[in-house]
């Protein structure tokens, strides 16, 4: 769906990473490995993106003449040695790329990909639907833009892990990062409330969207 709208794969996992960390910045071959895409193709969607004014850039130069005279800078410029170039007489900070949390439709955007987000949600219990009988199912986490949440998952079910494992990877894939989820069954759910368990008193208590409940009712 997001591609139809934004024309591009490559864009839509840009978008994602931007508008899901607002507060991070990222490097060009950073974000070309963490998201398996062409150093090209993110250069040429980095500068559309910013042109368009949601993201913005900035440099930091260093002069390698400032070093010679600091041990401690150099030592400490060699443990970032994944994250700087060098380039003719100056040790050359990356440029890093922020979102631009001042763009006037950078909530309207930032809702769309969190909209898609529960989509890919929605997706995700039709392949456990599969697999197995699935009793609840609790989107929360990343998908809310809760980076604080106990667990992005919650999925009460009697399911062979192998086969888990495999649908969160494809959910992965499609969500460009990791998932923090949490699996019981039906038993241990029920348990876990009888004795007022802390971490899915929190789970339940959080920011939440319920896809499937057959346990709650609510």
């Known amino acids: 769906m997001l591609e139809k709208i934004f024309g591009s794969k490559s864009r839509v996992k840009l978008l994602k990473i931007f508008l899901l960390n607002p507060d991070s910045s990222f490097y060009i071959r950073q974000l070309s490995r963490d998201l398996k895409l062409q150093v090209n193709s993110v250069r040429r969607e980095l500068i559309n993106l910013e042109e368009f004014g949601l993201i913005s850039s900035t440099n930091n130069n260093i002069n390698l003449s400032d070093l010679s005279n600091n041990s401690e800078l150099d030592s400490s410029a060699k443990k970032k040695s994944d994250t700087v170039e060098l380039t003719s007489g100056s040790l050359k900070d990356k440029k890093y790329y922020k979102v631009n949390k001042n763009f006037i439709l950078f909530s309207e955007i930032k809702s ?74 039906e038993k241990e759910f029920k348990y876990r409330q009888e004795v007022a368990d802390v971490f899915l008193h929190n789970v339940l208590n959080n920011k939440k969207i319920i896809l499937l409940d057959k346990i709650l009712n609510v």
């Not at 989509?119 to 809760?146: A, R, T």
């Open 112 to 185: 769309l990909i969190l909209k898609a987000q529960i989509l890919s949600g929605e997706n995700f219990i039709k392949k456990l639907k599969d697999v197995c009988d699935p009793k609840f199912i609790l989107l929360g986490g990343m998908f809310l833009n809760n980076e604080g949440a106990p667990t992005d998952v919650l999925i009460v079910a009697n399911i062979e892990n192998h086969k888990l494992l495999k649908i969160i990877d494809d959910l992965e894939s499609e969500m460009n990062r990791s998932i923090n989820f949490t699996v019981m069954d």
